[in-house]
């Protein structure tokens, strides 16, 4: 399985009506990309826990995507959807970071790529 995780920021002057349309965007390109297995957002729980390293940038907004297998992202990715949902991420976004993974269960896996 592919993760597509992207950590966001809005920009504070962002209009009730752009936030809006960036977020229809969003769950129309989940709704109708039809590699996109499972789509979900969530908001970063503020309160500070010992194990955060300080210093590091705050992105208080995830996006998460899943895929079958790379081509699935990369379908998505090329979808004109997903230009439009970008279109209006790019112009609604601060800052924002976007990692891709190959996600799987089987930690003996993960130990051999893991010292890679």
């Known amino acids: 399985m592919i993760v597509h995780v992207v950590l966001f920021r809005p920009r504070p002057d962002v209009s009730d009506g752009d936030r809006d349309r960036m977020l229809e965007a969003m769950r129309v390109a989940a709704r109708d990309i039809p590699t996109v297995r499972r789509f979900r957002i969530g908001a970063h729980i ?4 010992p194990y955060v390293i300080s210093g590091f940038p705050s992105f208080p907004w995830i ?3 899943e895929f079958d297998d790379e081509a699935g992202l990369r ?3 090329a979808h004109p959807l997903h230009r439009d949902l970008g279109a209006r991420f790019n112009a609604t976004a601060e800052a924002a970071m976007i990692y891709d993974f190959a996600i799987t269960e089987e930690l003996g896996q993960f130990k051999s790529q893991y010292s890679e």
Not at 46 to 49: G, K, L, S, T, Y
């Open 63 to 65: 996006a998460l995507l």
């Open 75 to 77: 379908t998505y990715l």
């Open 46 to 49: 503020a309160e500070a826990v």
